[in-house]
């Protein structure tokens, strides 16, 4: 796909593409984390919405410990990578 510009409004808010959060699976919430590279955004899954074989796995848990699940092992990684 080819680069996409948008717009960043005064509030701080752009608009993801949306063949871009179609081919991401990006629904309501996103995890932002700030790299060397740029801004990631990662899509956050949503448990209650999820009908396949990892509901049961994500039984109980809410968006807030998905985020800090995913901050951690991205902090991980990032000191991993520094290390080398």
Excluded: C, N, Y
Excluded at 32 to 57: C, H, N, R, W
Excluded at 68 to 77: I, N, P, V
């Amino acid at each position: 796909m080819t680069p996409a510009i948008v717009t960043v409004t005064s509030k701080g808010q752009a608009t993801i593409p949306s063949k871009l959060r179609k081919k991401h699976g990006i629904g309501r919430k996103v995890l932002v984390i700030d790299t060397e590279a740029g801004v990631l955004l990662k899509p956050v899954p949503d448990p209650a919405l999820d009908k396949g074989s990892l509901k049961e796995l994500f039984a109980g848990t809410g968006s807030r410990e998905l985020i800090e699940e995913a901050r951690s092992e991205e902090l991980q990684s990032d000191r991993a990578r520094r290390q080398r």
